[in-house]
């Protein structure tokens, strides 16, 4: 067999000498020829069309934190809580480090829920709510609060903290008045009985209708606000549906409100104390009592 070379290279396997087979060395200094049945392994094999393109590891980057948002405005986060201990370290151990004061307002818990914060958290601020409801724990935290911007959470682990930075983002943006929504593209709830869900539709067509909103959502306690303006939310009510008061009162005053996806989470431990038709009956008598005009002519 012989090869053929480009012009001007010289053969770099002279012709093995007649009488001698393959496998028999030529002459000194000479290189033994390749025979057909050596493996090449110095030589990656050749691609076939049909083959796949090998897979090559995927390198990322750091994963963005949510922790890693700074805005230039003081945070308060308040969570009311009552018989949370069970839930408490999941829910501290989520909170960015944009939240610079956590204040737990207690409900007379029986459980060891303000040990259990203060061990997660050393410097978190605890105070009583004084008389019993959600409304007025709320309102509770609220006074005690010193941020310029308020957040609040539910303790049940059902919001998440990391979602924090997406509400102050809006009131870093000129945003007055930010709520969670769970009907928005990125939003949801893994937690919204058929019951709750056709009583929160039904409210919330309510309060679009008297109060001219655009609203996805109404009955999630999702919120954060501008301290300035918690004398205009003017808040009085006692129980759950101080959620709606806000909504309808930030409404009323004309306040800039803006809404971000929010995924609800069901409860880490222990049972809801909240009671969806109670409940959702104060909710509307709330929106009927506070709409535009109810309060002329008494």
Same mark, same amino acid.
Request: glycine share 10%; proline share 8%.
């Given at each position: 067999m012989s090869?053929?070379l480009?012009t001007?290279?010289p053969?770099a396997?002279?012709?093995?000498?007649?009488g001698?087979?393959?496998?028999?060395?030529g002459p000194?200094?000479?290189?033994?020829?390749?025979?057909?049945?050596?493996?090449?392994?110095d030589?990656?094999?050749m691609?076939?069309a049909?083959?796949?393109?090998?897979?090559?590891?995927?390198v990322?980057g750091?994963a963005?934190?949510?922790?890693?948002?700074?805005?230039?405005?003081?945070v308060?986060?308040?969570?009311?809580a009552?018989?949370?201990?069970r839930?408490i370290?999941?829910?501290?151990?989520?909170?960015p480090?944009?939240?610079?004061?956590?204040?737990?307002?207690?409900?007379?818990?029986?459980?060891a829920?303000v040990?259990m914060?203060?061990?997660?958290r050393?410097?978190?601020r605890?105070?009583?709510?004084?008389?019993p409801?959600?409304?007025?724990? =709320? &309102? #509770?935290g609220?006074?005690?609060?010193?941020?310029?911007? +308020?957040?609040m959470?539910?303790a049940d $682990?059902?919001?998440w903290p990391g979602?924090?930075?997406?509400f102050?983002?809006?009131l870093?943006?000129?945003y007055?008045?930010?709520?969670?929504?769970?009907r928005?593209a990125g939003?949801?709830?893994?937690?919204?009985?058929?019951?709750?869900?056709?009583?929160n539709?039904?409210?919330?067509?309510v309060?679009?209708?008297?109060?001219?909103?655009l609203?996805t959502d109404?009955?999630?306690?999702?919120?954060a606000?501008?301290?300035?303006f918690?004398?205009?939310?003017? =808040? &009085? #009510?006692?129980?759950?549906e101080i959620?709606?008061e806000? +909504?309808?009162?930030?409404?009323?005053s $004309?306040?800039?409100?803006?809404?971000?996806?929010?995924?609800?989470?069901?409860?880490?431990?222990?049972?809801?104390?909240?009671?969806?038709?109670?409940?959702?009956r104060?909710v509307l008598r709330t929106?009927l009592?506070?709409r535009?005009g109810?309060?002329?002519?008494?």
């Amino acid at each position: 067999m012989s090869t053929t070379l480009p012009t001007g290279q010289p053969s770099a396997n002279p012709a093995t000498p007649s009488g001698s087979s393959p496998g028999t060395p030529g002459p000194p200094g000479a290189r033994p020829r390749r025979r057909a049945a050596d493996r090449i392994a110095d030589r990656a094999p050749m691609r076939r069309a049909g083959d796949r393109p090998p897979v090559r590891p995927l390198v990322r980057g750091p994963a963005r934190r949510a922790g890693d948002y700074r805005t230039r405005h003081t945070v308060s986060l308040v969570v009311p809580a009552r018989d949370e201990a069970r839930n408490i370290p999941w829910v501290f151990e989520q909170i960015p480090s944009c939240v610079d004061e956590v204040i737990l307002v207690d409900g007379s818990s029986r459980d060891a829920t303000v040990t259990m914060a203060r061990a997660c958290r050393p410097t978190v601020r605890d105070v009583d709510q004084g008389a019993p409801g959600k409304g007025n724990a =709320l &309102r #509770a935290g609220f006074a005690a609060a010193t941020g310029e911007y +308020i957040v609040m959470i539910d303790a049940d $682990g059902s919001m998440w903290p990391g979602e924090i930075p997406h509400f102050l983002h809006f009131l870093d943006h000129g945003y007055d008045f930010v709520k969670g929504s769970r009907r928005m593209a990125g939003g949801g709830s893994l937690d919204l009985t058929p019951l709750r869900a056709l009583g929160n539709k039904a409210l919330l067509l309510v309060v679009n209708r008297l109060y001219g909103g655009l609203l996805t959502d109404l009955c999630y306690g999702y919120c954060a606000f501008r301290r300035d303006f918690l004398a205009e939310l003017d =808040l &009085r #009510a006692t129980g759950f549906e101080i959620e709606a008061e806000m +909504i309808a009162h930030a409404l009323r005053s $004309g306040l800039r409100i803006a809404e971000v996806p929010s995924l609800e989470l069901p409860r880490r431990s222990g049972r809801s104390h909240l009671h969806a038709v109670s409940d959702g009956r104060r909710v509307l008598r709330t929106l009927l009592a506070e709409r535009p005009g109810a309060g002329e002519g008494r």
